[in-house]
């Protein structure tokens, strides 16, 4: 699982066995929605930014397809892909509740 480095989260690096997973899961970075969000006052101004949206199944059933994956290797695919969507949202999260966008 990745998460932000930190004293209480030190790195972890993925076993060598799940690189494959950690490739996709960057390698799809490009097709994961980014949903714009903010505030925006008449006359004003505003504020508005994107924070990262979910990887959708379609483009993970696709890589599994292109790469051959077997049933049980897309469904481990596709649970880690969850989790880590869900990982660097909590991290996007964390770090914008810092900057207070």
Not at 28 to 44: E, K, S, T, V, Y
Not at 61 to 78: C, I, K
């Amino acid at each position: 699982m990745i998460s932000a480095v930190t004293e209480d989260h030190p790195r972890t690096d993925p076993k060598p066995e799940f690189f494959w997973i950690w490739r996709a899961w960057h390698r799809l970075a490009a097709d994961r929605p980014q949903n714009p969000f903010g505030m925006i006052h008449p006359m004003n101004g505003g504020i508005i930014a994107t924070q990262p949206g979910a990887t959708p199944w379609r483009i993970v059933r696709s890589w599994a397809d292109h790469h051959g994956l077997t049933r049980e290797e897309y469904q481990l695919l596709d649970l880690c892909i969850v989790a880590m969507d869900r990982v660097a949202h909590d991290h996007w999260e964390h770090e914008r509740r810092k900057f207070a966008l």
